[in-house]
């Protein structure tokens, strides 16, 4: 019996990460979970990344802790920035300068490491908060780099980068969860969730969550305050 191949899985605890970790999982990889406490406004959503991770069968999950908050710039990494609670235009302040990159980073590093040359990202271009660093061009460009500055790169054993929801509305995106049994009651994708979880309903990812779930015609599992 063959060794399955190895992966990181970028794990948020968000509907979106929990999908992908599934899919990963579906073809055929072993998964190991990588999540960050990055000064974020609550833990809810790291419980919830190690709830998904067991329960959808990560052979390890990591959590590793980076100080962002020391930056600020970003109203999920200083309560001085307010969320916003209407929808806006352009980059919204809830954009944290870098954060993918820095995220997928400290991946490739750790898939280097373990043998894994696949990273998986829950990305998405289409029902998201217009992130520069959610487009196709970022993870292409990501890629790029990942083969130019690492040794198993360079050496030609390189490194792909996954981001299976990149061209899916979020309907789509809990369909597919749905087929593949992600329990979305395990999930938090609010920016400022309570200690227990529970959503805020008025934050733009509370919105696309719920806009989601309705278009899918699916039942909204979330908590609200």
Same mark, same amino acid.
């Given at each position: 019996?063959?060794?399955?191949?190895?992966?990181?899985?970028?794990?948020?605890?968000?509907?979106?990460?929990? =999908?992908?970790?599934?899919?990963?999982? !579906?073809?055929?990889?072993?998964?190991?979970? %990588?999540?960050?406490?990055?000064?974020?406004?609550?833990?809810?959503?790291?419980?919830?990344?190690?709830?998904?991770?067991?329960?959808?069968?990560?052979?390890?999950?990591?959590?590793?802790?980076?100080?962002? !908050?020391?930056?600020?710039?970003?109203?999920?990494?200083?309560?001085?920035?307010?969320?916003?609670?209407? !929808?806006?235009?352009?980059?919204?302040? =809830?954009?944290?300068p870098a954060r993918n990159t820095v995220f997928l980073?400290?991946?490739?590093?750790?898939?280097?490491?373990?043998?894994?040359?696949?990273?998986?990202?829950?990305?998405?271009?289409?029902?998201?908060?217009?992130?520069?660093?959610?487009?196709?061009?970022?993870?292409?460009?990501?890629?790029?780099?990942?083969? %130019?500055?690492?040794?198993?790169?360079? !050496?030609?054993?390189?490194?792909?980068?996954?981001?299976p929801l990149i061209a899916m509305t979020k309907?789509?995106?809990?369909?597919?969860?749905?087929?593949?049994?992600?329990?979305?009651?395990?999930?938090?994708?609010?920016?400022?969730?309570?200690?227990?979880?529970?959503?805020?309903?008025?934050?733009?990812?509370?919105?696309?969550?719920?806009?989601?779930?309705?278009?899918?015609?699916?039942?909204?599992?979330?908590?609200?305050?």
């Open positions: 019996m063959s060794t399955p191949p190895k992966s990181v899985i970028l794990l948020s605890g968000g509907l979106d990460s929990a =999908t992908v970790l599934a899919l990963a999982r !579906e073809r055929g990889f072993a998964c190991h979970a %990588l999540s960050f406490d990055y000064g974020q406004r609550h833990e809810a959503e790291l419980a919830a990344a190690r709830r998904v991770a067991r329960a959808l069968g990560a052979v390890e999950h990591e959590v590793i802790r980076i100080a962002l !908050e020391a930056f600020g710039g970003s109203a999920l990494t200083d309560r001085r920035i307010a969320v916003p609670e209407a !929808e806006t235009r352009g980059i919204p302040a =809830t954009y944290v980073a400290l991946a490739l590093g750790w898939a280097e490491v373990i043998g894994a040359r696949d990273l998986f990202i829950g990305v998405n271009a289409l029902d998201y908060s217009g992130y520069p660093d959610c487009r196709p061009e970022f993870i292409e460009a990501f890629e790029r780099l990942a083969n %130019l500055a690492t040794k198993a790169g360079v !050496e030609g054993d390189c490194f792909r980068v996954h981001a309907a789509e995106i809990i369909h597919e969860g749905a087929r593949l049994g992600v329990d979305y009651a395990a999930t938090v994708s609010c920016y400022q969730a309570d200690e227990e979880g529970r959503a805020c309903a008025r934050c733009d990812s509370c919105r696309l969550r719920a806009r989601g779930f309705a278009e899918a015609g699916v039942p909204d599992p979330t908590r609200y305050r």
